[in-house]
């Protein structure tokens, strides 16, 4: 290596280093020494030396110095710093404007003229055929976003980076045929696929909210599930309160039965009967209206295929199906599930008639507990009353005759 091109090396690392904006991500030292290092590398293979060597390297350092002053027209900002740098070191003219044609020649959209011109092209481009390639690349797309030059999403730029390997790259030297166009063209099938796959997904997106908007939306169906557990839940109360009152007025019959009665055949307590006869009341009503409260009611079980039609049947309410057969039943739910609004008219059926039950049965619990409170207070003031004036103490003895 000639101490010009050490002296380049220097300068351009210093430069880049102090002077380039942090927002190059791409354009910067690293992808300087890249191109660099492919540049000697194919100078080697060509077994390019002296001062064509020196001319192309010096080249392949200053090619992106430009970006200091901006990404406009950076090729001839590159030209102006090495042409300045090169005449304080007297390198000849002639050569200085070599390499001023060689930085021309690394512009995007330009046909390389000589075998010199197409080692610097290929050399600049020579990510494209590496393993990094990917990442690389997205170096640059956020470099474009944060100067403000372009922003892609990534779908975008897998297009553009598609697009540019099939119409607008390619390799010139049988070098880089060789050693970077299979690994380009790995490059391409990975981006290709990439894309496939995108599309696939966004089908199925399309699909799935499809589906969403054609099913019912999650609030409808979460109002019907909560509505209906509610429903449920206060059924299941109504019962159980029910079933305590049965118990307790069964209980309490039971102990009347076995205490109290057998004590009426004694006329001394004859004041036990009506205060007797108003708790048995009271507690047998009791008993019959928690019966009936928790009564089941089974309709006729069956419908018609006119029913059907005619959306006149609630298919989700078991009293309305349980005669019929299987087939049948299954005919019908398939009719359902086609029609979106007789789903939701079933839904609201279901639940209107959950409400008329438990309405029912609140309004019998009501009279119920109403009808035990005041059998409860009547026995205990006929208890009270009967024990207090018509108790034993009350009772008159008779004489007995005499013999």
Not at 391 to 402: A, M, Q, S, T, Y
């Amino acid at each position: 290596m000639s101490t010009l091109i050490q002296e380049a090396e220097d300068f351009v690392v210093e430069y880049l280093t102090d002077q380039l904006d942090p927002k190059f991500l791409y354009h910067n030292l690293r992808h300087t020494q890249r191109v660099v290092k492919n540049t000697k590398e194919m100078l080697d293979h060509y077994d390019i030396k002296g001062k064509e060597n020196d001319v192309i390297t010096l080249a392949a350092w200053f090619h992106d110095t430009g970006y200091v002053k901006g990404p406009e027209e950076h090729e001839e900002s590159s030209c102006e710093i090495a042409r300045e740098f090169l005449e304080k070191k007297n390198f000849p003219k002639e050569d200085t404007d070599k390499v001023c044609e060689l930085i021309r020649a690394t512009k995007r959209i330009y046909e390389p003229s000589n075998l010199h011109e197409e080692i610097l092209r290929d050399a600049d481009s020579s990510h494209i055929g590496k393993k990094n390639y990917l990442e690389v690349s997205e170096l640059l797309r956020e470099e474009l976003s944060l100067l403000g030059i372009a922003d892609f999403n990534s779908s975008e730029w897998r297009d553009e980076n598609i697009k540019m390997f099939r119409t607008e790259h390619r390799f010139y030297t049988d070098y880089a045929k060789e050693n970077w166009q299979e690994r380009k063209d790995k490059n391409l099938r990975k981006l290709v696929k990439a894309k496939k796959k995108r599309k696939k997904m966004a089908k199925k997106e399309q699909l799935k909210a499809k589906f969403k908007n054609a099913s019912p939306e999650r609030g409808i169906q979460t109002m019907f599930r909560v509505t209906m557990r509610n429903h449920l839940k206060l059924s299941d109360i109504a019962d159980t309160k029910a079933n305590i009152l049965l118990s307790v007025n069964a209980i309490i019959i039971s102990l009347v039965l076995a205490n109290l009665i057998p004590k009426l055949d004694t006329p001394q307590n004859d004041y036990l009967i009506y205060p007797t006869a108003i708790f048995i009341l009271f507690s047998v009503a009791s008993m019959i209206l928690s019966i009936l409260a928790t009564r089941p009611n089974v309709t006729s079980g069956e419908f018609t295929k006119e029913d059907v039609d005619k959306k006149k049947v609630n298919l989700l309410f078991f009293g309305n199906f349980h005669k019929m057969k299987l087939p049948d039943y299954e005919w019908a739910i398939q009719e359902l599930i086609k029609d979106q609004k007789y789903v939701y008219s079933s839904l609201t059926k279901d639940l209107y008639f959950l409400g008329v039950v438990l309405n029912r049965k609140y309004k019998l619990l009501r009279l119920t507990y109403t009808i035990f409170m005041i059998g409860m207070i009547l026995s205990v003031i006929a208890f009270f009353v009967a024990l207090k004036f018509y108790g034993p103490e009350h009772v008159i003895d008779l004489p007995k005759p005499n013999p």
